[in-house]
């Protein structure tokens, strides 16, 4: 492969496009012993240890891995998210100290993802027979999203735990001009004693 294909493989990454691989490439060049070969063999060591948590869902060099490992964090909370992205975007905030577990996407009818397609039938599984306590629904605010959480709140429903979703509305910071009308509709209904 050449400096080309790595170019197009760059490419390929979400937030770079055929410029931003380019000079990606170039930076990686110029610094090749300080950065391109420490790049290429980390990308070689990840490759060869990445796993896939059996537990939640997570990606670590470890299974199960370092969130289900820590005896610091709650066992019996437990918040679900549609992807590992999620789940790092969350754990990196530090305001939750419980467990998590990944669903893999959310249900869509028009993409034909049933509730078969993603790990539900796990999650259930350790809600059954673990000691939870409480189950926080952290999926987008999208209708697959939203069609998602009233599906596992259904699957959970008889196994007398408490099942809470991440509150939506306006973000801090925000603006109610630039908000759009389902975000406002989101905060109006969601509204608290000031």
């Known amino acids: 492969m050449g400096i080309d294909g790595l170019i197009a ?53 470890q299974d199960p891995c370092a969130i289900c490992c820590d005896p610091k964090r709650d066992a019996g909370l437990i918040c679900v998210v549609e992807d590992v992205s999620d789940l790092w975007a969350l754990d990196r905030a530090g305001l939750f100290r419980g467990r998590y577990h990944v669903l893999g996407g959310t249900l869509s009818a028009l993409d034909g993802i049933g509730p ?31 069609t998602t959480a009233h599906y596992i709140t259904d699957r959970l429903g008889a196994l007398n ?29 969601a509204r608290r004693k000031f």
């Open 9 to 61: 493989l760059l490419a390929k990454l979400p937030g770079l496009g055929p410029r931003s691989a380019r000079r990606a490439v170039l930076q990686l060049i110029k610094k090749r012993e300080s950065l391109m070969q420490p790049l290429a063999r980390a990308l070689a060591d990840v490759a060869d240890s990445i796993r896939i948590c059996g537990t939640c869902g997570n990606v670590d060099v």
């Open 116 to 146: 078969d397609d993603l790990n539900i039938g796990p999650l259930v599984d350790r809600v059954r027979e673990g000691d939870i306590r409480e189950v926080i629904l952290a999926l987008n605010a999208t209708v697959d999203g939203q």
């Open 161 to 189: 735990i408490d099942v809470t979703a991440l509150a939506h509305g306006l973000p801090v910071g925000g603006e109610l001009d630039y908000l759009d009308d389902g975000t406002l509709a989101a905060a109006m209904k």
